[in-house]
């Protein structure tokens, strides 16, 4: 077995998008500051409303799926197919842009904490222009592994299967990879370890991966070779077929992400990934003319 080491810290940075919400973006926070497929990661949470309010209205995507996940708070999403999803917390939403939709975002709340994080996770040439799609996930359905030494594992997508944890044998979650389903494969989990406990987890080789702290600090890679990763931070992995992290006294909170590269050119103009400029420049032309709604 090859445990993963820390290879790249990408730490978020302060920003706000869609009408003025507050958030801290770490993967696509600067050009090219991506972690193949995996193309931007925001964190929203604050207790001032002032903060969110303003939601994200009506905008378009095209070319890749966003995932938005809520830890606190009250979100409603809604699209031009007639897609709607009231997200509270411990809900998924997993959406695929593909050839277009038009969506919002939109807080059911006016006060209290927001919190959750929303991913986007790039499609493939040969998938960009496939039918849009939409799923909502309810926390009850996104399975929780116990682990041995304390803390717990929600697993949003892929396969998790540990030694010593609460269910024997693999944890499959909702979304599945492979096949005619994702062909990024992709592993989402959100793990909580207390003070000082360690993770040991399989990670397919090959696989692209990255952790998330979001609570607290941990120590990444084998023992005593582990290095830290901060708060707030998002900690690249080499690549291996196990990783090891291991929280500090304050206990630890973390997003693990990994999926199979595409390596395929990235070109991204704002709400549309495509793989040249010229489809770049056709997603353009397709919204202001209203073709990309209807041909979604």
Not at 45 to 50: E, M, R, T, V
Not at 161 to 166: I, M, N, T, V
């Amino acid at each position: 077995m090859t445990t993963r080491t820390l290879a790249q810290v990408i730490e978020s940075i302060p920003t706000a998008d869609g009408a003025g919400v507050k958030l801290r973006r770490s993967l696509g926070s600067q050009r090219g500051v991506h972690v193949d497929p995996f193309l931007m990661l925001d964190e929203f949470y604050s207790d001032n409303p002032d903060d969110y309010l303003a939601g994200f209205p009506a905008h378009p995507h095209r070319g890749f799926e966003t995932v938005t996940y809520m830890l606190d708070g009250h979100m409603r999403h809604e699209d031009h197919l007639g897609n709607r999803g009231d997200l509270g917390p411990g809900d998924v939403q997993w959406m695929t842009a593909a050839r277009g939709i038009i969506h919002s975002e939109m807080p059911l709340q006016s006060e209290g904490r927001m919190r959750g994080f929303q991913l986007w996770l790039n499609l493939p040439a040969k998938e960009k222009m496939k039918p849009a799609a939409y799923r909502d996930i309810p926390a009850r359905d996104i399975p929780v592994v116990k682990l041995a030494g304390g803390g717990e594992v929600k697993v949003i997508a892929g396969t998790l299967q540990l030694d010593g944890a609460s269910t024997a044998g693999p944890v499959n979650g909702p979304i599945k990879g492979g096949g005619a389903q994702l062909s990024t494969d992709p592993t989402y989990l959100d793990v909580r370890l207390p003070a000082g406990a360690v993770f040991n987890a399989p990670l397919p080789a090959g696989h692209n991966a990255f952790l998330y702290l979001y609570e607290g600090n941990a120590a990444i890679g084998a023992e005593g070779a582990a290095k830290p990763l901060p708060h707030r931070a998002a900690g690249v992995l080499s690549d291996g077929d196990e990783m090891r992290v291991q929280a500090d006294a304050g206990g630890v909170r973390f997003l693990l992400l990994a999926a199979k590269p595409l390596r395929e050119p990235v070109v991204q103009y704002g709400p549309f990934v495509m793989n040249t400029r010229e489809e770049i420049e056709q997603a353009v032309a397709d919204y202001r003319s209203g073709r990309l709604a209807s041909a979604a």
